[in-house]
């Protein structure tokens, strides 16, 4: 029997049913290649968990997931799946640090699937987001600080006024962060996300 290769050199694929289906396609210089067409939705949930992780190109395009890595467990493809299948995983994405602020590790004990919409929700502590505080940004023309807060519902990016001080516009921000996370807790059917939304913003 045919040994498979490691998955980003630590996932142990041990699928007993075809994950992937290739054709194979003649580009323009005649020679043949093969074309992903279809994926499993586990093994591709999986395979990406592990690219975040292990993968160093991927780490090089978003280096917010330097450090990040996968229990044990979860390296062994059918223990992921086992778990992913008692999930509400239609539509939604795979979270590590919702749960748990700051975490680094993705397991079953710290991971939960959530909306794309909670998901760029909580996604506010990117590296692009410059020198000030979240969702603070300088008025040139005012020689003020602007607060902006997204709004989930509407997409679109709220003005919360001016203020003398950096930390005070912040707080505007904050307030307005928390009055969102309740409304969005509360269309929660997972009690956890709804929690956990909460509490990230009433600090």
Not at 19 to 29: L, M, P, Q, S
Not at 60 to 77: A, N
Not at 129 to 148: H, N, P, T
Not at 149 to 158: H, I, L, M, R, V
């Amino acid at each position: 029997m045919k040994t498979r290769k490691l998955v980003h050199g630590v996932g142990v694929n041990d699928a007993d049913y075809v994950v992937e289906k290739k054709e194979t396609i003649r580009c323009v210089d005649g020679k043949r290649k093969q074309k992903l067409v279809w994926r499993c939705p586990y093994y591709r949930t999986w395979v990406n968990m592990l690219g975040r992780c292990y993968s160093d190109k991927l780490q090089e395009k978003y280096p917010t997931y330097r450090g990040c890595s996968v229990s044990e467990e979860w390296l062994t493809f059918s223990v992921f799946k086992s778990w992913m299948e008692k999930q509400d995983w239609e539509g939604n994405q795979l979270d590590k640090d919702l749960l748990l602020e700051g975490n680094k590790l993705y397991s079953p004990e710290t991971c939960v699937f959530v909306s794309p919409m909670v998901n760029k929700f909580t996604n506010d502590r990117g590296a692009a987001r410059g020198e000030w505080l979240i969702g603070v940004c300088w008025d040139k023309k005012k020689a003020k600080f602007m607060s902006l807060c997204g709004n989930p519902f509407t997409k679109k990016q709220e003005y919360l006024g001016l203020f003398t001080c950096e930390q005070e516009a912040h707080q505007a921000w904050l307030k307005r962060k928390l009055e969102l996370a309740h409304l969005l807790a509360a269309e929660q059917e997972d009690p956890r996300v709804a929690e956990a939304l909460i509490r990230r913003y009433s600090k």
